[in-house]
């Protein structure tokens, strides 16, 4: 090292060593041999391997099983104001730089992915809806937002407001309160804003709205689905906001059919049908009890899109929420034709790729029929992805035919 370090210290295993140098930011407390005493809690720390060698410097959580999120690797950084400044900036250029005339609705910061972990900051339109899911960087937002609307505003953007929602149960694992509102005094009246998303305007509650209001990492799904659906009768299930079945809808689908449990997700997707003069039917109902309905009322569909919420959190339910995925997934390609489309999705990044990939396989062995993969998708570049973090990469989006 070349500067004298002044933070307390973290000494690790050589496992932990070894998955930090592979890029995998995070250090759990049963992997930490020694310290230098007490920490306070979000205090900035420098790790080291057993050989005494500078491994990072990150941010201390004494409530988490994650008892260290490292910032970098750079021994000369001092990790102050300057550094997540200039952290937010670059993940604000990459926005611009990928999403271009799309920056109006988009993932501005996305944690780890963007070197800023346990923060998430998405716009809508004239608003941005973050939520910090880390002590540490709880302790560094006033200097994150104000990079925030400096970088957005500096390049011409009009930003009215940040709404905190910080209501996550990670907060409660941190020691953190949970909660929601307005950033500082400087904000509109109203959490309601409208955005246009492939050319299809949504009304969106930041107070009220799943996650911070909106579902934004299917932009570009949801774009294929629409060119997918020229003259086929869609199902949409899992709905939410209708957005793939408006999408459907504007892809000159001949039907579309927007499904849910929830009545107020229907009710909102009725209004999203009304804003953009789109024709859409409803139906409410549980997505297990639904497809199977559907079948037996011998409903006709050539293209299903399933969008269901995460049904595993953790690794412990990983089996109950495999033979979930493969259910609707067996009894959605009952429902379709030989030549029908099916796009299904998993958001659970403990359901990874390869194993969704084998449900798929098992639910159309159940179905006894053959469907062949035409396309697979994942987040829109928005969502980045670290490739030794695969907490990162969890959404997968598969377009399939049954043959």
């Not at 409530?63 to 910032?71: M, N």
């Not at 909102?268 to 804003?275: F, I, L, T, V």
């Not at 990939?357 to 098992?362: H, N, P």
């Not at 697979?376 to 598969?398: C, G, S």
């Amino acid at each position: 090292m070349k500067q004298k370090r002044t933070f307390p210290f973290a000494r690790v295993t050589k496992k932990q060593e070894m998955s930090l140098k592979k890029g995998h930011p995070w250090i759990y407390a049963d992997e930490i041999t020694e310290t230098s005493g007490t920490i306070e809690n979000g205090a900035l720390v420098d790790v080291f391997g057993a050989k005494d060698n500078y491994l990072g410097t990150g941010l201390w959580s004494e409530a988490s099983l994650i008892r260290i999120r490292l910032l970098g690797t750079n021994a000369n950084e001092t990790y102050g104001d300057a550094f997540f400044e200039r952290r937010v900036r670059y993940a604000v250029q990459y926005r611009f730089d990928v999403m271009k005339e799309d920056i109006s609705a988009c993932r501005l910061i996305h944690g780890e992915a963007d070197g800023l972990p346990g923060v998430t900051a998405d716009r809508y339109q004239n608003l941005i809806v973050t939520e910090i899911a880390s002590y540490g960087m709880e302790l560094h937002k006033d200097a994150i937002y104000r990079a925030l609307l400096d970088s957005l505003r500096e390049k011409g953007e009009v930003i009215d407001g940040i709404y905190e929602r910080n209501e996550g149960d990670l907060r409660k694992k941190e020691g953190l309160e949970q909660y929601k509102g307005w950033y500082g005094e400087n904000h509109p009246d109203s959490v309601i804003t409208e955005f246009t998303e492939n050319g299809i305007v949504y009304e969106v509650d930041v107070e009220n709205g799943q996650k911070t209001g909106f579902f934004l990492d299917q932009k570009y799904n949801r774009l294929a689905i629409r060119r997918l659906a020229e003259g086929r009768k869609v199902l949409d299930v899992c709905t939410h906001t209708g957005s793939f079945a408006l999408n459907a809808a504007k892809g000159g689908a001949l039907s579309v059919t927007a499904a849910d449990i929830s009545e107020s997700a229907l009710k909102m997707a009725e209004e999203n049908a009304k804003r953009n003069n789109l024709d859409l039917s409803f139906v409410q109902g549980d997505v297990f009890e639904l497809l199977p309905r559907l079948r037996a009322e011998h409903a006709k569909f050539d293209l299903i899109i399933l969008d269901p919420p995460a049904f595993t959190k953790s690794r412990k339910t990983f089996h109950n929420a495999r033979g979930g995925y493969q259910e609707i997934n067996r009894e959605a390609m009952k429902l379709l034709p030989r030549g029908g489309y099916l796009a299904t999705a998993s958001c659970s990044h403990f359901m990874p790729e390869s194993e969704f990939r084998k449900t798929i396989a098992d639910a159309a062995r159940e179905a006894g029929v053959t469907a062949r993969i035409c396309e697979i998708r994942h987040a829109a570049p928005d969502h980045p992805v670290l490739p030794d973090v695969p907490e990162t990469e969890y959404l997968k989006f598969f377009i399939l035919q049954i043959v």
